[in-house]
């Protein structure tokens, strides 16, 4: 049975990490065609500063789905004790940057 879990959670860590490459992918791709000008340094004040931002939020959320799967990969759970130690501090994480997500959620619309 664990060898199954183990096999099972290699084939979810693995989907998790071509969904980050996949976003990395698509944000790379809308950096290389941002207009020239604006590339150069010739666009308005800020936008060479507002393309890196943009790139880096989708590093980061690769990044993100890199974590899910190394923690997927390395979910031994009696190793670990239980799962609350990792559930605990991504829930601490993620209660933190809630209102934060929230608040972007509501200027998009």
């Known amino acids: ?8 959670a ?3 860590a693995l989907a998790l990490e ?7 992918l698509m944000g790379a791709l809308l950096v290389l065609f941002q207009p020239p000008s604006f590339i150069r340094g010739r666009g ?19 990044l993100e789905f890199e974590l899910g799967a190394d923690i997927v990969r390395t979910a031994h759970f ?16 993620v209660e933190k940057y809630e209102p934060h997500v929230e608040a972007a959620a509501a200027e998009a619309t």
């Open 1 to 8: 049975m664990e060898k199954l879990f183990e096999q099972i």
């Open 10 to 12: 290699g084939h979810i």
């Open 18 to 24: 071509g969904v980050a490459v996949l976003i990395i």
């Open 44 to 62: 308005p004040i800020g936008t060479r500063k507002l393309i890196w931002r943009n790139f880096g939020m989708w590093l980061l959320l690769a």
């Open 78 to 93: 009696a190793d670990l004790g239980g799962p609350w130690p990792t559930n605990y501090f991504l829930e601490r994480d």
